[in-house]
Structures are given as C-alpha cells and as structure tokens.
T-cell receptor, first 113, second 114 residues
Framework: SQQGEEDPQALSIQEGENATMNCSYKTSINNLQWYRQNSGRGLVHLILIRSNEREKHSGRLRVTLDTSKKSSSLLITASRAADTASYFCASFLIIQGAQKLVFGQGTRLTINP | NAGVTQTPKFQVLKTGQSMTLQCAQDMNHEYMSWYRQDPGMGLRLIHYSVGAGITDQGEVPNGYNVSRSTTEDFPLRLLSAAPSQTSVYFC?????????????FGPGTRLTVL
C-alpha cells in the first residue's frame, strides 16, 4: 500500500475557514514535503519539514510532524478561493541506500465563496 | 528563469507508436526525474538522474527509456506506446543531486494512447 496516505480525500469549506489535511506514512522518513497542484498544472512546493522538526510555518500555512505517530498535517488558515487545489504530501526516505520520494494520493480542497 | 519546461502539452498516440517527451530546466539542477500521475494513484516515479550521464529506474520504468547527455535536458522515450501508458507525465528537478530538497515540477504532458 502507499507509503503516504492522505485524509480526507476531498474537503469543501467556506472561504475564511481553516482547512486541515492529514498525511500518514509507514516507514521512517528523513523529511516530509507538501505540494499544491492547481487543476491542469504541475505541482508547486509549499513547505518541507525535517524529521527532527515538529512544526513549521510559512505565511498562512502550518505544518506539523509527529514521528511517533508517523503522521503530518497541513493547516491552511483563513482560506481563500485561490487555495482551491489538490494538496499532496511526499515522504523522503532512504531504503537500502536508494533515495525515494513517495507521494500520497492527495486531498482535493474546494473553497466556496 | 523559465524553470522546468515540458513539450508537448498534449499528445495522442496509437498503440505501438513511439515518441519522446521533452524536459528541460535552466536552474542547473543536478537531479531530474519523470513521474506519471494517474487518478487515485498519486505520482509514481518512472526514471531519475542524479547528473549528466547517470540514470536509474524508479518505481514504474517498464516501457520507458531515458538518457541524460546534458545537465539541462532529460527526455523520456516511449518505445512502443500502450493504452496503459495513458497518463499525465511530469518532469521535476532539484538541486544538490538529491530528492532531499524541494522538487520543481514542469507543467506536464497529457498523453492519450488509443
């Protein structure tokens, strides 16, 4: 099964509300990265959190990492219509000397005006 | 900087045809990779390169070839297209020759194989 699994698969909220997306993974990671994908476009890097970090902020984004639970969450505060997109977590790990970046299936976020 | 560029944006092939998807980056990144994105599957790594002259297989390499003759270019070749290769293909690059750093993605190529 997927290394990274995201929850929920889809989320619809009103503009101005906060949106929280969760990502779980199975094996130990070196870092976890979050990406945004607007419809029909490529992925854009949002934030990277290292395995020895617990929380990171970037503007309206807050990412937490709980290595004991093998999970991460992405919080978008004060959502805007422009935040409508799919959000992916990607866990970076090294297995038998080989680097891997494993993407989750994504959360589709819709912000309603 | 143009970042990561991909051509073409759309392509329709018949089963058995071959083609090359182009990818270029102008950021002098050592690491480049190809992913395919299918509904409900996330992104899966096809091939990657940690520098010019060095390539390796990812998670789903069958049916695809790559080469890396320059730092800037990383083309993906479909040898004999099959309907199972219908997908959206993304090229990505990162600095430092590693996946540890943030990935920069191209806009994608939407491929349909009939």
């Amino acid at each position: 099964s997927q290394q990274g699994e995201e929850d929920p698969q889809a989320l619809s909220i009103q503009e101005g509300e906060n949106a929280t997306m969760n990502c779980s993974y199975k094996t130990s990671i070196n870092n976890l990265q979050w990406y945004r994908q607007n419809s029909g476009r490529g992925l854009v890097h949002l934030i990277l959190i290292r395995s020895n970090e617990r929380e990171k902020h970037s503007g309206r984004l807050r990412v937490t990492l709980d290595t004991s639970k093998k999970s991460s969450s992405l919080l978008i505060t004060a959502s805007r219509a422009a935040d409508t997109a799919s959000y992916f977590c990607a866990s970076f790990l090294i297995i038998q000397g080989a680097q891997k970046l494993v993407f989750g299936q994504g959360t589709r976020l819709t912000i309603n005006p | 900087n143009a970042g990561v560029t991909q051509t073409p944006k759309f392509q329709v092939l018949k089963t058995g045809q071959s083609m090359t998807l182009q990818c270029a980056q102008d950021m002098n990144h050592e690491y480049m990779s190809w992913y395919r994105q299918d509904p409900g599957m996330g992104l899966r790594l096809i091939h990657y390169s940690v520098g010019a002259g060095i390539t390796d297989q990812g998670e789903v390499p069958n049916g695809y070839n790559v080469s890396r003759s320059t730092t800037e270019d990383f083309p993906l070749r479909l040898l004999s297209a099959a309907p199972s290769q219908t997908s959206v293909y993304f090229c990505a690059s990162s600095y430092g020759g590693t996946l540890y750093n943030e990935q920069f993605f191209g806009p994608g190529t939407r491929l349909t194989v009939l």
